[in-house]
């Protein structure tokens, strides 16, 4: 995705069955934007990241460990994890 460029949330991606899709959009050495249409019960394992993490629910609903601590979201909510040095589940809920 360049610079300036306009794009509608919708458009991103969509849900394969069984499967989770990503699509990176920005990839900087200071920080990535990456977009995740996870189908229902799948799962990212634990990472880390070098930066703060932006999660935001555009369906559905999730739920998310991060160091140890598990909560769920639902469509329309986001976090801002800082140093985000620990997710250790995601997990779609659609």
Not at 13 to 37: K, N
Not at 59 to 70: D, F, L, R, S, W
Request: aromatic share 8%; charged share 25%.
């Amino acid at each position: 995705m360049g610079d300036g460029k306009v794009m509608k949330v919708t458009e991103l991606g969509e849900y394969q069955e069984d499967s989770i899709v990503s699509r990176t959009l920005v990839d900087r050495p200071s920080a990535t934007v990456t977009f995740f249409a996870f189908w229902k019960n799948q799962r990212l394992r634990e990472h880390s990241v070098p930066f703060d993490a932006l999660l935001m629910v555009l369906e559905g609903e999730m739920e998310v460990t991060i160091a140890g601590e598990p909560f769920r979201s639902k469509r329309g909510n986001w976090c801002l994890c800082r140093q985000m040095n620990r997710l250790d589940q995601l997990q779609g809920a659609v």
